[in-house]
Every structure is written in structure tokens, then in C-alpha cells.
């Protein structure tokens, strides 16, 4: 029984970190930040509508915290460290523009 439960946590570890892993993607150079986001999160992000690419909490709501979760991550999210500069720069605007903050 002791081993079974070994194996069942170091599988569901084995999840969570190919979760939190970073992602290589690295968006074109002309990309919009519509289409860097709909190539790089929708995978997790579903849009919720036309208009609305996400929900964002109150403290994140900014560009700064903005490009931060995406470069950096977190447990549950990869970071992209690739989308930098003005890439990183019109993936924030569009996320800030196209999205409802709760
Ligand atoms: C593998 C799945 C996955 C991908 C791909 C992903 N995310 Fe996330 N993201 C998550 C999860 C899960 C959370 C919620 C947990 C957290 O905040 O750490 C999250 C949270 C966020 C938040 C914070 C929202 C809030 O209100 O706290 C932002 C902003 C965000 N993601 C932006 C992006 C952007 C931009 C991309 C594309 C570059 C992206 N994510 C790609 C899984 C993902």
C-alpha cells in the first residue's frame, strides 16, 4: 500500500510540473497581441466571448503584473520567458484591453 501511494504522489508531481514548466513558444516578430495570445494561451484561456479574452483579478489588472505572470508563471501556469520586449509589450495591452476584471 506504502508503495502504490509513492507512485500515485510522484505521478500527480510529475503533472504538476510539466504544468508549471516554461513554454519555448516565441512569437513573430510582427505578431499582434491578439494573435500571440490566441497561439500561446487560449490553450488554457478559453475566451469567454468576442471581446473578452479573460477574467482578471483586481491585482493583476495592469500591465507590469501582467507581463510578470506570463514571464515568470506559477505553480499551475508556464512561463513564457520568449515573449519579451514589444511582443510582451502588446500581449499586455491586449490582455488589459480585452478583458473583464473582477
Ligand atoms: C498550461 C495552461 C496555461 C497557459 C498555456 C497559460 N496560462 Fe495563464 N494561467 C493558468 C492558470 C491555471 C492560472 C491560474 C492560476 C494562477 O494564477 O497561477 C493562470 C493565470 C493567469 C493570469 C492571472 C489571472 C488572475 O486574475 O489572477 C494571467 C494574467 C494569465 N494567466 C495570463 C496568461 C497569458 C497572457 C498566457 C499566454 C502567454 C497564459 N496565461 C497561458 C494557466 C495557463
Redesign the pocket.
Known amino acids: 500500500m506504502k508503495k502504490l501511494n509513492f507512485a500515485l504522489t510522484a505521478s500527480a508531481l510529475l503533472v504538476l510540473v510539466g504544468?508549471g514548466g516554461g513554454?519555448d513558444?516565441t512569437p513573430p516578430a510582427d505578431a499582434t497581441g491578439e494573435k500571440?495570445?490566441s497561439s500561446?494561451?487560449t490553450?488554457?484561456?478559453k475566451p469567454l466571448s468576442a471581446n473578452v479574452a479573460?477574467?482578471?483579478?483586481e491585482?493583476?489588472a495592469n500591465k507590469e503584473?501582467?507581463i510578470k505572470?506570463?514571464q515568470g508563471g506559477?505553480?499551475?501556469?508556464?512561463a513564457?520567458k520568449n515573449?519579451q520586449g514589444e511582443s510582451a509589450d502588446r500581449?499586455a495591452d491586449y490582455?488589459l484591453a480585452n478583458s473583464q476584471v473582477?
Open positions: 504544468c513554454r513558444y500571440i495570445f500561446a494561451c490553450e488554457c484561456h479573460m477574467i482578471l483579478s491585482n493583476v503584473a501582467i505572470k506570463f506559477s505553480m499551475r501556469m508556464p513564457f515573449i500581449l490582455v473582477k
